[in-house]
């Protein structure tokens, strides 16, 4: 055999199972994608967007992939073992052995507001979504992951460049980092990686700045690579991560913003 043949693709993800938590609209839509497009079996995660959630699943199922939508409410304080629990039985409907590869925590709650304007209801929500919920839906999941699967953090840029209007959210986030690098070396004795993926301005209905024609050219000119980014630029890494390609790479956080802020 030659050298320069490969006898598998690493990118591809066929039989393998995922679950992308907020994957109803914008980078987790693009994410859950990206993962289909592979070969992965979705499990599209959508808190109230149920028809964004079934109109995904309804055009993945029709490009040839299998998914499923999975509701369930991170904001609460059960909300991730609900998640788990109506995963599993949603794989066992579908006949589906109750394990899974791949887990992208992307879910998250935005929050725009300098300290004094924080209240303590404020706090507990943007914590509760970002970093509470993903402790213990991979709490709750790990019994159910395979040994040698992926989990995926989602994170921000916000975490390595000041903005002082992300007072709750850039710390929420720097918590799900550092839980990202103890999990890694907890979980690596079962070959389980986990790597987290810190998004800069990306334009999605969300990002209303960064969706802006006239916003977005402002922020262009903060980053290396002249552009805001596409949630296709997110979920292309966030593939890699979650596919053999990525065996080698545990515990890090890596910049996905095309370089801004430099």
Known sequence: MSLLTESSDPIRLD???ALVTGASRGIGRAIAIAL???????????????????????QLIAG?????????????????????????????????????????????VGLRAR???????????????NLKSPF????????????????????????RAAYPEMSVYAPAKAGLEALTLS?????????????AVLPGATATDLNKRASDPVARQVIAQTVALGR???????????AFL????????TGQSIDASGGQRL
Do not use: C
Request: avoid cysteine.
């Open 242 to 249: 979650a596919s053999d390609a990525s065996r080698w790479i």
């Open 64 to 108: 040839g992939a299998r998914a499923f939508a999975v509701q369930a409410d991170l904001a609460s304080a059960d909300g991730a073992q609900q998640l788990v629990e109506r995963f599993i039985g949603a794989l066992t409907a579908h006949d589906l052995p109750p394990q899974f590869d791949i887990l992208v925590n992307n879910a998250g």
């Open 36 to 58: 289909a497009a592979r070969g992965a079996t979705l499990g599209v995660h959508y808190n109230a967007a149920s028809a964004d959630a079934e109109t995904l699943v309804a």
């Open 115 to 129: 300290i004094d304007a924080v209240t303590p209801e404020d706090f507990d929500r943007v914590l509760q979504v």
């Open 228 to 238: 805001v980014g596409e949630p296709r630029d997110i979920a292309d890494i966030v």
């Open 183 to 195: 999990l890694a070396a907890d979980l690596g004795a079962r070959g389980i990686t986990v790597n």
């Open 136 to 159: 213990f839906l991979i709490q709750h999941a790990l019994r159910h992951v395979k040994d040698g699967g992926r989990i995926v953090n989602v994170s921000s840029m916000g975490t």
């Open 15 to 17: 039989g393998k199972v």
